[in-house]
């Protein structure tokens, strides 16, 4: 009997996608603020359930719910800056959101990068 490890390049090419998204998500949201995260969001629904039964399917999740969450903050934020009140907070609310989202894109790396599933 052999101790080799069984390559499975239908998850390694899973995986391998689940990083490029990360990375799309990462420089949309460092260079227009998320604003063109759609796509790589559009991919990740259109991907996820190719990844039934493996870890990488809960990256894609992670990375969805990244994307909707963070849009919900940034549109509590625009709310509040319509007001002369809630202008600072607004930036607070933005800035939380940054931070955030970047926490999620950096786990979610991490995580990826130790085959380990996302939290779901």
Do not use: C
């Amino acid at each position: 009997m052999s101790n080799e490890l069984v390559f499975d390049s239908n998850l390694a090419s899973s995986k391998n996608l689940a990083w490029w998204l990360y990375l799309a998500h990462a420089v949309s949201f460092l260079f227009s603020l998320g604003l063109f995260s759609f796509l790589p969001l559009i991919v990740n629904y259109l991907k996820r359930g190719e990844t039934d039964g493996t870890f990488v399917r809960s990256h894609h999740t992670w990375q969805i719910r990244s994307f909707w969450w963070y849009l919900l903050w940034v549109a509590v934020g625009a709310l509040l800056f319509m007001t002369f009140v809630g202008i600072p907070l607004a930036w607070l609310v933005w800035i939380g959101a940054w931070l955030w989202k970047a926490y999620r894109l950096l786990k979610g790396i991490i995580d990826l990068n130790a085959n380990q599933a996302m939290p779901v």
